[in-house]
């Protein structure tokens, strides 16, 4: 049995597809750095990224591949599941080795694994799109914070800065430990003291918020309220659709 | 904005609700750095879910909810002895825009009560939607209902602020319609509904020639029903919608369970219960017209009037017309593949893309998420799956898949019938 180790990111994984080329074995396990191994194993090899080894695979694959499922490959690893390396990298291998685009052959595991990684990653930046909510702080900024359970605030972002492009505004992955910050003018990657009660509780302290906030956050559970038709009450449609790990944010829940 | 907006947020939000629209899909609108929001078509966000179920999207408010007309469905008629309130211009705007700017919403769904005539409530609607567009410059999602009865050219108006515009028919039936509302008939709602149609019509022909004239009511319109409050049989109904349908304009038709608001009139039936089933078949039979290639007369038809309550309308035809199954999934056209009970829009596009490649199986449509409970009876891969529909027999099917009682029913306990009306 041969392992890969590497450091569980894009670029790492095409370097390591490059290497099983080049060293002509490929892995049966893919692991991040710093996991256990398993009891028996024949070797272990670990991939040191190099950016133009993973620039050939990556070549390589444009050639192979249409442009949407190049994205779909990129996206899908933004959910970081330790169980779609091994995946990805075999639909790399596949993908390579096939005369033809393998992309619409829904019957393989591994592209229907990374076709199905790729939806979830999609439909988790919906939900951020959806969910986060904003509260205005006296300064005139926007903060939001959430607990996405894939990476997906990359993918969000544009979205928030062309909606909101007049205002400047936080959002803030806290699972992740970074967040963006919009001037009004350019995005700023930020990390930032998480020991602060409005990163713990997700409510930003009375004494910074705008004065009309607390206003419209009645406003808006007023509303929630009142828009509800009591004879039609369906709370499990509420938590499909809403899932609960999201209400520790939500203004509605809150209060 | 004070405590007096809450209430007055409060009153008019229950006299909304009742309106079931809340998409905010259909149409897509970068901003650009031009001013606030953008849409993004596709489904639309919703942003949040009321203890219903029912999604939030827009801000579902009225601008007033006096209203000089008396239709007998309605939560708003002017016999009903309920809180009145009018929301000013500038409340409703503020209300939108800072709600927006917080993420709580998509953009403003807006209707009103008939106050004094139609054209005079037009009026006041188009000058809320022109107040955002123009000097708020507001960018994202508006809905805006038209009211019945309203002038050409004020509905050539609004449209050019709206994104989405609705009449809502509401009966389906001409007879009931003007036995529950005096003051309305077909012809006060098909008149708008048209203007709206041509005005799209000619806003394509003239961007054609000229590419940066505003777009017209660029997500079309859509209308409502409510289901359960008249005899009307559900034929009846999905003829109306697969009509609508045949329009160019009209993107989506909402059905609407009929809740007992207005108990005290005798022209209502009484329910007890909204006939949520019922809507909920419809929007199925709804969305086999719109995507699945179905003809309405094959949901419905003088045979079978009215939805099967306990299975879901695909089923129902699958059973009535044995004679189309198995289906090989190896072979059969996507049109066929997507009739098949538990084969959706998404697996039955996976399976013809897959095919090319090799034999699928059951063990792929089963990874490719197709409800295999219902599927086996009615298609072939090659492998020994079950009995067919042709081999159990229709009825013997539908036992199978018919969803048990929750409660076991002791058959040796005498139940007396009191009769149910």
New interface residues.
């Given amino acids: 049995m041969t392992i890969f180790v590497f450091d569980r990111t894009l670029d790492g994984l095409l370097t390591a597809v490059f290497d099983a080329y080049s060293r002509r074995s490929f892995p049966d396990i893919l692991q991040g750095e710093g996991c256990p191994l398993p009891l028996f194993y024949d070797e272990v090899h670990t991939v040191i990224t190099d950016d133009s080894k993973a620039g050939r695979v990556w070549k390589a694959l444009q050639k192979k591949l249409s442009p949407e499922a190049l994205t779909s490959l990129a996206v899908s690893y933004l959910s970081e599941l330790p169980e779609l390396d091994i995946h990805l990298f075999r639909y790399v291998c596949k993908a390579i080795d096939s005369p033809a685009s393998i992309e619409c052959n829904f019957a393989d595991e591994d592209v229907l694994f990374v076709v199905n990684t790729f939806r979830k990653v999609r439909y988790e930046r919906l939900r951020m799109m959806q969910f986060i909510r904003f509260q205005k702080a006296a300064d005139g900024t926007y903060f939001g914070i959430m607990e996405p359970i894939y990476n997906v605030l990359p993918l969000a972002i544009e979205h928030f800065r062309d909606r909101f492009s007049d205002q400047p505004f936080l959002i803030y992955d806290k699972r992740r430990h970074y967040g963006y910050y919009y001037d009004g003018q350019e995005l700023t990657h930020v990390t930032l003291d998480e020991s602060l009660p409005h990163f713990v509780t997700g409510k930003l302290d009375e004494a910074l918020l705008d004065k009309d906030e607390k206003l419209f956050q009645d406003l808006w559970r007023t509303y929630f309220k009142a828009i509800c038709i009591r004879e039609r009450l369906n709370p499990r449609k509420q938590k499909k659709d809403m899932p609960v790990r999201y209400w520790k944010y939500l203004t509605e829940k809150q209060g | 904005?004070t405590e007096e907006?809450?209430n007055k947020?409060?009153i008019l939000?229950?006299s909304a609700?009742?309106d079931v629209s809340c998409s905010s899909s259909g149409t897509v609108r970068?901003?650009?750095?031009q001013?606030?929001?953008?849409t993004?078509g596709g489904v639309g966000?919703?942003?949040?879910?009321?203890?219903?179920?029912?999604?939030?999207s827009l801000?579902?408010v009225m601008l007033t909810n006096y209203c000089i007309y008396d239709c007998a469905y309605c939560i708003n008629r002017t016999s009903n002895d309920i809180p009145r309130a009018t929301l000013s211009v500038s409340e409703l705007v503020e209300?939108t825009m800072?709600?927006y700017?917080?993420?709580?919403i998509e953009g403003l769904f807006l209707s009103s009560g008939v106050v004094r005539n139609p054209d005079y409530t037009m009026e006041r609607l188009v000058r809320v939607v022109k107040d955002l567009r123009t000097i708020h410059r507001f960018n994202g999602y508006i809905h805006l209902k038209s009211i019945p009865g309203a002038s050409r050219e004020l509905v050539s108006e609004a449209g050019l602020y709206a994104d989405r515009m609705s009449v809502n028919i509401e009966i389906p039936n001409e007879n009931s319609l003007k036995l529950l509302a005096p003051e309305k008939n077909f012809q006060s709602v098909y008149e708008p509904m048209k203007f709206i149609q041509q005005g799209v019509l000619e806003n394509k022909e003239e961007r054609r020639h000229l590419r940066h004239v505003p777009r017209f009511v660029p997500a079309g319109q859509s209308t409502q029903m409510i289901v359960g409050a008249t005899p009307d049989r559900d034929r009846d109904i999905l003829r109306l919608s697969s009509a609508l349908y045949a329009r160019p304009t009209m993107r989506r038709v909402y059905y609407s369970?009929y809740?007992h608001v207005n108990t005290y009139d005798k022209r209502l039936p009484i329910l007890k219960?909204?006939p949520?089933v019922r809507e909920n078949r419809l929007y199925q039979a709804d969305w086999l017209l719109r995507f699945y290639q179905f003809k309405v007369d094959e949901i419905v038809n003088d045979t079978h009037p009215d939805l099967d309550l306990e299975i879901d309308p695909k089923l129902a035809w699958a059973l009535r017309h044995p004679e189309q199954f198995p289906v090989d999934i190896n072979k059969a056209d996507y049109e066929m593949i997507l009739r098949v009970p538990g084969i959706g829009v998404k697996s039955a596009t996976?399976?013809v893309?897959?095919?090319?490649?090799?034999r699928?199986?059951s063990f792929?449509l089963k990874?490719?998420g197709v409800v295999m409970k219902k599927a086996k009876y009615f298609i072939t891969c090659g492998e020994l799956l079950s009995p067919s529909v042709n081999e159990l027999h229709p009825e013997n099917v539908r036992r199978l898949l018919v969803p048990k009682p929750k409660r076991n029913i002791d058959e040796r306990q005498l139940t007396l019938d009191f009769g149910s009306t």
């Fill in positions: 904005m907006t809450l947020l409060r939000t229950e609700k009742y970068a901003n650009r750095g001013g606030v929001g953008n993004v966000i919703c942003h949040s879910f009321a203890d219903d179920g029912r999604c939030i801000l579902k209300l800072e709600f700017r917080r993420n709580y369970g809740i219960q909204p949520l996976l399976i893309n897959s095919r090319r490649f090799g699928v199986t792929h990874k490719m």
